[in-house]
């Protein structure tokens, strides 16, 4: 397993913050609903998308 380093979690970062725009784009989240459900659920996409629907159809 790699080791966790300050330059790996900036890449993660960088990649949540994609993923969570493009949620955000596709869904009535707002960006940082939508960065707040991918942390929430460990960056289980089909997860956070059902997730994200739900909170659509609720709010």
Same mark, same amino acid.
Do not use: C, W, Y
């Given at each position: 397993?790699? =080791?966790?380093?300050?330059?790996? $979690?900036?890449?993660?970062? =960088? ?12 869904? $009535? ?9 991918i942390? =929430?659920?460990?960056? $289980?996409? =089909? ?13």
């Amino acid at each position: 397993m790699p =080791k966790q380093t300050a330059a790996n $979690d900036e890449t993660a970062s =960088k990649g949540d913050e994609a993923k969570a725009l493009r949620l955000a784009e596709t869904t $009535d989240l707002s960006p940082q609903q939508a960065k707040d459900l991918i942390r =929430k659920h460990g960056g $289980d996409m =089909k997860k956070v998308q059902r997730e994200a629907e739900n909170f659509k159809a609720e709010g």
